[in-house]
């Protein structure tokens, strides 16, 4: 399971202090980018994820089970809309110093 499932990010979209980015870094639009380039890798992970989940239900057939399948892909589909969107796991990731990167490009999580 990845690491971003563990994340406390908010659900909503919420007012961020730039001040608080900014110390992190020294600089206000290089910390913006790493938070960026993070929340394209999340995105990815969870798009490969998904996907992989919603092919194990993909039937090739119309049958009467294809009904019960789609009721599956449903549930699945709707615990990833529930979960934090990639840019606010990368924020709380980036804050929380969960995030080592050299300069501006993120490498790995620290905490695994």
């Known amino acids: 399971m990845s690491n971003y499932k563990k994340v406390n990010a908010e659900l909503t979209t919420i007012t961020r202090d730039t001040a608080k980015l900014e110390a992190v870094t020294g600089n206000l639009y290089e910390a913006i980018s790493v938070i960026g380039k ?5 995105a990815g992970t969870m798009k490969e994820e998904l996907t992989g989940k919603l092919e194990e239900f993909g039937s090739h057939s119309d049958s009467l089970e294809e009904v019960f399948e789609n ?8 615990h990833y809309e529930k979960l934090p969107k990639p840019s606010a796991i990368a924020y709380e990731e980036f804050m929380t110093d969960q995030i080592e990167f050299i300069g501006n490009e993120p490498t790995e999580e620290t905490e695994n």
């Open 38 to 42: 993070r929340a394209n890798q999340i």
């Open 71 to 78: 009721r599956e892909q449903i549930e699945i589909s709707r």
